[in-house]
């Protein structure tokens, strides 16, 4: 199951930035309570005319250009997000038009949270083994446009972004040694918004209540389970490579806060500099948030030719999912 590797990648995040004193005008927060908590300092926020498609063809153009790879040569897109373009059809339809690609299979991979690209990503791999395709791969989410902004203890932990990959198999490129995933479905109601779906229907009454922008979130819980999870799931997948984690030259976590990056990598007995964050700029951007960060490490010079790079993420589901790669 060698050869296959991301061919390029790329990302794209809105112009305006927000900062937590920005959130004081919303909510009743300020930078030290935000700051303390979750690490995050700023977010970027999409334009009023932006929309879900748009961050993911930007994205997506650069994970091309940056692959050398034309929108012909795409045999299949996934698109992993939780804020869709539409409820239907799925934002991949869109995206295929958008970036004229042939009529190649698109589709969403959508509920799975922050861990969509990773999963994706395993995905597209076994897509680029099986059938010899060459696989487009877009995290992307537009919180901000469907949350409550009342609501402190979610509202601003949130950003805008995505993040993109080309998977395929290609003499040099940085090869996807091994993937795990897992769902523990009884987790469900820890992390989730039940409205609109055939459970909960939209409706006037929470359209005008403003019940249908909630999240469900049990902080202490979602904390818990994203710290086992992603910890035994970078075991798993380091095992299943046969490497050690004293191999590992980076270790990229879904940048939800700081707490439960520092948490995991106290569970996996890391040395800090070995863990990459920008959740400080960026917030938690769900499915966009590791390829957003694997972007950032190469500009700022953490990642290198030849690093074993552990990529581990969790999200609601409960799902979780970790791959590692030889850049």
Known sequence: MSGIGILGFGAYTPSRVMTNEDW??????SDEWITSRTGIKTRRIAAAEETTVDLAEQAALAALADAGVATEEID???VATDTP???MPDTAAFLQ???GLREVPAY???GSGCAGFVLALDLARSRALSENA???VVGVEMLSRLMDWSDRNTCVLFGDGAGAAVIGARAGAAEILACVAGTDGSQTGILQRETGGTKKPFSKELAESGEFLKIDFNGRSVFKEAV??????AVAVLEKAGHQLSEVDLVIPHQANLRIIQAVTKSLGLQPETVFSNVEKLGNTGSASVPLALVDARECGSLHSGDLVLMTAFGAGFHWASALIRF
């Open 97 to 99: 038009h958008r970036l």
């Open 134 to 136: 060459t696989v487009l």
């Open 228 to 233: 086992r999870r992603m910890t035994a799931s």
């Open 108 to 110: 969403d991979l959508g």
């Open 24 to 29: 004081s005008q919303y909510v009743d927060t």
């Open 76 to 78: 299949e897109l996934i």
């Open 85 to 87: 373009e539409v409820y």
